[in-house]
């Protein structure tokens, strides 16, 4: 898995596998996901992402990954 902050853009992207991208649908306001040749959902891309936190000064370029 890889995550990508575009700064200028202000979008996030998250690629969950490196299959090959056949489809994109936006399945709500500003989300996309990425699908592969079999249905399954392989990246997923946030517009606007500075507005979707609480805090708006939050640093993007440090990600805290939980394992459960």
Do not use: C, H
């Amino acid at each position: 898995m890889r995550m990508t902050w575009d700064k200028e853009a202000d979008a996030l992207y998250i690629r969950l596998d490196d299959a090959k991208i056949v489809e994109s649908e936006e399945v709500s306001d500003g989300i996309v996901l990425d699908f592969d040749a079999s249905g399954r959902a392989v990246g997923l891309e946030m517009l606007d992402v500075r507005q979707r936190f609480p805090n708006a000064n939050a640093d993007l370029s440090r990600v805290e990954v939980e394992v459960a």
